[in-house]
């Protein structure tokens, strides 16, 4: 099955679910996976950290960089506040 109809499946399920006990396991299980990507993406050893750090100065460097005032218009026109 396509991913994108399960997923709208699933939206149109949870809409018309009742049960809180289930909504509150199913929170839990979304900020499990928040928390658990955020790990994954957050350097473990100073060499993670100083190759991060390495790719940010090469970033600033080729202007790969957005102002304040750019960032805020972005997530202004993405998600309307």
Not at 9 to 33: A, F, H, M, N, Y
Request: proline fraction near 1%.
């Amino acid at each position: 099955m396509d991913i994108a109809v399960k997923k709208v499946e699933l939206i149109e399920w949870l809409v018309r679910l009742q049960d809180e006990k289930l909504i509150q396991r199913i929170d839990t299980l979304k900020k499990g996976s928040v928390k658990s990507l955020y790990e994954q993406r957050m350097p473990k050893t100073m060499e993670e950290i100083q190759a991060k750090l390495d790719r940010s100065e090469k970033d600033i460097n080729a202007g790969n960089v957005h102002s304040q005032e750019e960032v805020e218009n972005y997530f202004k026109t993405k998600f309307g506040h």
